[in-house]
């Protein structure tokens, strides 16, 4: 439910106030309560890729150095899995959007009146 006219400006009144009273805190709101896992989410996408990279690049040499390369990977795609549920749903949709707002030129184009993938489309007679 979007905010009335007057209920937006008493709101930016309060930010200001807030602004002016303690700039410290209202700085607060600016970085994201999510910072921490996603530098986690990062290192382990890094160590994913890393375990990739040891299990292809070992194959040859001996399987057991290949099977290294496997548990890296293994560990890295647990460690994901928990920090991506302990953002839950709405910390993946906020970093997605301010990532969506930081680089408006990689969204995804879709078509305007074409079904999705899976669904189909209703004909109405």
């Known amino acids: ?10 709101l930016l009144e309060i ?6 009273s303690d700039p410290h805190l209202s700085k ?5 309560i999510y910072r921490q896992v996603m530098g986690s989410v990062r ?3 890094l160590g994913f890729l890393v375990g990739l990279g040891l299990m292809v690049g070992t194959l040859q040499i001996h ?8 548990l890296v990977m ?3 795609a647990l460690a994901l899995e928990r920090n991506l549920r302990l953002m839950g ?11 969506r707002a930081a680089n408006p030129n990689i969204r995804r184009q879709r ?3 074409s079904p999705r993938d899976g669904e189909q489309s209703v004909d109405e007679d």
Do not use: C, Y
């Open 1 to 10: 439910m979007p905010l009335s006219d007057n209920e937006q400006k008493i």
């Open 15 to 20: 930010e200001k106030h807030l602004h002016e």
């Open 28 to 32: 607060v709101g600016e970085a994201t």
């Open 43 to 45: 290192w382990n996408v």
């Open 63 to 70: 399987f057991m150095l290949a099977f290294g390369g496997f």
């Open 74 to 76: 293994l560990l890295s």
């Open 89 to 99: 749903r709405a910390g993946v949709n906020q970093v997605t959007s301010a990532f």
């Open 111 to 113: 078509g305007g009146d």
